[in-house]
C-alpha cells in the first residue's frame, strides 16, 4: 500500500475529532503541536480538521524539545478555520512509525485546551475537630493503604511476566497505540489504565471487525 | 474524498493490523461523509455531571439510547478527544433497557480534565446517525493535598495530620488504579488467548 496513498487519508480518520475551536481576528493562525517519538521525524503533516473540510499543512517546521519530544509549528490561514475546527500533526518516522500528536490547545476556545487552563482544585483543610489522639489512626490507615498499594502492584508485576508484557508491547504497536515510554507495571498507575484500557478496546474492536468479516 | 473514498474500497492487501483498523476507520468516515443520517434513528445521551466524576483514571460509564430501532447489535462507536488525545471506541452490543429503548454502554477512564465526545452509529442499511457533541469539563483537577492556615492553633501538629491524610487520600487512589489495571490485565489475557 502507497504510504502518498494514506498521507492523503489520515485528516479523515480525525474527522470525528470533537474539539472545537474559533476563529481569530488574525489571517493566519500559528499552531504548536507536540509530538512523541523515539526516531527522528522523516516526514511531517500539519491536519487541520473542520466539520466539512481537512486541510493538510506540508509547510512544517519541526523543532526537537526534549529527548524523545518535538513541537511542530505550522501556519494555517485564519479563514480555513471554523467553530468545529481542531489541529493535530502526523509524524512519519525513518523507521515508518506513525504518530500522531496531541490535540493542539493553540486554537485558544478548543475546549481541550482548556486543559491547560483548568485549574488545581483547593486543598481541603484539616479540621480543628483533629485533636493529638488521632494521628496514631491516620499512620495506621496510611500504612494499611500503603501495603494494599504496593500489593496491588506487585501482582501487576507479577502479571505482567517477561512474556505477557513483550505480546502487550508489541499489540500496542500493532494497534498503532504505542507511545515513547514503554509499558511496563512501573508506570504511573492513571496511565497504566489508560493504556490498558486503549489496547483492549482496540483488540475488542478489531476482533469484531474480524468476525463480522468472516 | 470521493476519490478518497473510491480508492478504499479497492481490494489491496494489507499485512499490518494497525493499518487495517486504519482502513476500518477510514471507511467508516468515507460512509459518514457520503452518508443521509438515518432519519428514523435518534441518539439520546445524558450526559454525566463533572461533578461526579472520579478521579482520573477510574472508570465511567457512558451509555446511549438508540431510539426508533428495535437493534442490539448496531455498530455503535463513541469518538472523542480526552484530555487532548483521540479515543474511537466501538461499543459492545447493547441491551433493552426498563423502557424497552436499547441502550450501548461503555466504560472508559475518567478524564483529567475535559473529555469531548459523540456517538456515531450505523445503521443496518448503512446509513449513519451522529449525535451531539458533548462536552465533560472539570471545574478542576482533583488533587490530594491538605492545607493548614498559617495561624492555626496546633499548626505543626496539623501539618503532620494533614501530611498523612494526604497520603491516604492519595494512596486509596493508586489501589483503585492499580485494581482497575488488573482488571484490565485480565482483560487482556482473555482477548489474547482466545
Known sequence: ?214 | MWGFCRLLHRKVPIKSMALKALMSTLMTVCALSSSHAAESIQLVHSPLDARDLPTPGDFITMSVEVRNSRETNLKVRLAASRDGKLLDIGLPPGAFNESDIPVYRVQLPAPAAVMTYQFVVQDKDGGFTVSDRFVLRRSCIPTYRFEVPANAVDAAFKQEVGTLMSKAKSLEATTQHYENALRLIDDLRGLLNE
Open chain 1, 1 to 214: 500500500m502507497n504510504k502518498h496513498f494514506f498521507l492523503g487519508l489520515v485528516p479523515f480518520l480525525v474527522f470525528f475529532s470533537t474539539a472545537v475551536a474559533q476563529p481569530r481576528v488574525r489571517s493566519e493562525i500559528v499552531v504548536r503541536v507536540q509530538v512523541e517519538s523515539k526516531s527522528p521525524p522523516s516526514q511531517v503533516l500539519g491536519l487541520v480538521l473542520s466539520k466539512g473540510s481537512a486541510n493538510q499543512e506540508k509547510d512544517t517546521k519541526v523543532t526537537k524539545i526534549g529527548d524523545y519530544l518535538y513541537e511542530v509549528l505550522f501556519k494555517v490561514p485564519a479563514s480555513t478555520i471554523d467553530e468545529s475546527s481542531v489541529a493535530t500533526a502526523l509524524v512519519i518516522t525513518k523507521d515508518d512509525q506513525w504518530i500522531f500528536g496531541s490535540m493542539t490547545p493553540t486554537l485558544v476556545s478548543n475546549p481541550d485546551g482548556e486543559l491547560l487552563n483548568v485549574p488545581e482544585c483547593a486543598p481541603e483543610t484539616v479540621s480543628d475537630k483533629i485533636q493529638q489522639g488521632h494521628v496514631a489512626p491516620f499512620k495506621s490507615l496510611v500504612d494499611i493503604r500503603s501495603a494494599r498499594a504496593d500489593l496491588a502492584k506487585m501482582q501487576i508485576g507479577r502479571l505482567l511476566s517477561d512474556e505477557f508484557i513483550v505480546k502487550l508491547r508489541k499489540a500496542e504497536q500493532l494497534f498503532g497505540v504505542s507511545r515513547t515510554t514503554e509499558l511496563s507495571a512501573d508506570l504511573p498507575p492513571a496511565e497504566l489504565v489508560d493504556r490498558l484500557a486503549r489496547l483492549s478496546d482496540a483488540i475488542r474492536d478489531f476482533k469484531k471487525s474480524q468476525q463480522a468479516a468472516q
